[in-house]
């Protein structure tokens, strides 16, 4: 079996297991029960619920935008926004949240300005990045309290600090190797010509590009850090966003408030296990099955109905996005380049 093909029926075997665990998922909650919650959520409430999304996504392009703009790197808006969406729903669809459609990315704002392809690629690492430490820090202020909390197990505890420990080391890695230019990843890969001399040329040439965007990175936070400093104010307020979702949700649906502690554990509950479950298309179904153990624990006044329709209230407007960014990137994207590489037209 060639690899595109096994890629395809793994795939399409992950949307039949999502779309397989949502049923069993709305069989157990009952859909009535989605129903009568997205009722009581009220036209405000999905205003507010779609706003915050909105918001989020906007702070997601104004940060990637703000460091383009730092660089001297001109793309049109139009373009940031498209390209932005276009990795984000990339990643949407893959089995990975937060990681999977930078190369993509890379590829659409490439193709829209002259600068070099290893600067375009330094800004999304530094964007990816910034996004990375204002998600760390609303973690770690949960964890303090998962830590402190009588209702999380020692084993829930044990795996949240063993998560949190995990993307801190490799934070303060990122810290210290861009901060000072030490270039460890370049070296990395150079290293590798002497357990495989016969690639060597290719290590080589692979590590002189990597080296280049390391400079990249290192020039961003030595010259343009008013850049980066608002750009990292950006990813602040999309995370807040996504921090306070179940605030926005259930106030509107049932009138409930959350007090900074459940919130904290939500949020830093919710990430830990996305990086674990994020398994299908869009989490679907499994994103679901956690919500309904998440607020168990952190809030169990809500319900498992109450959790599920969080869950995918939040979904539906997220794939509004989704949409929009497989839209531009087979228009602009695989539609230019499969227009580029199509046999011209024979003439009479």
């Known amino acids: ?127 990816r990045f910034l996004g990375g430490i204002s998600i760390l820090f609303f973690v770690l202020i949960g964890a303090v309290y998962v830590i402190m909390s009588d209702i999380i197990s020692a084993v829930e505890k044990n795996i949240v600090i063993g998560g949190v420990a995990f993307i801190l080391f490799w934070t303060v890695i990122g810290f210290i190797d861009f901060g000072k230019n030490l270039k460890w990843i370049s070296r990395i890969i150079r290293g590798f010509r002497h357990i495989l001399p016969r690639f060597t040329n290719a290590f080589n040439k692979a590590a002189d590009k990597v080296s280049e965007t390391e400079d990249e990175i290192y020039d961003a936070f030595a010259r343009h850090w008013k850049g980066m400093l608002l750009a990292f104010l950006m990813q602040m307020v999309g995370t807040f966003l996504m921090y306070i979702r179940p605030e926005l949700f259930f106030h509107f649906s049932k009138g409930l408030s959350f007090n900074f502690a459940q919130l904290s554990l939500l949020f830093t509950l919710n990430i830990m296990l996305s990086f674990f479950l994020w398994i299908t ?62 046999p011209p037209d024979k003439k009479p």
Do not use: Q
């Not at 069993?24 to 915050?52: C, E, H, K, Q, T």
């Open 281 to 342: 298309p869009g989490g679907v179904g499994t994103g679901e099955i956690a919500m309904i153990g998440i607020f168990r624990l952190v809030a169990p006044e809500i319900g498992k109905g109450g959790a599920v329709t969080f869950s995918l209230i939040f979904k539906f407007f997220e794939l509004i996005f989704v949409t929009l960014g497989l839209a531009y990137l087979f228009n602009r994207g695989i539609g230019r380049f499969t227009h580029r590489h199509a």
């Open 1 to 127: 079996m060639n690899k595109p093909l096994k890629e395809g029926l793994s795939y399409s075997l992950s949307i039949v297991v999502g779309l397989g665990l949502l049923g069993g998922v709305l069989y157990y909650v009952g859909w009535r029960s989605v129903i009568a919650w997205i009722d009581a959520l009220g036209p405000f409430g999905l205003a507010a619920v779609f706003g915050d999304v909105f918001l989020a996504v906007a702070s997601w392009v104004a940060s990637w935008w703000f460091i383009l703009r730092a660089y001297g790197v001109c793309i049109p808006f139009r373009s940031v926004v498209g390209a932005r969406l276009s990795g984000f729903a990339v990643s949407y669809i893959t089995p990975s949240l937060y990681f999977g459609g930078e190369p993509i990315r890379a590829a659409l704002a490439v193709g829209r300005t002259d600068a070099p392809v290893t600067r375009i690629v330094a800004t999304i690492v530094i964007e």
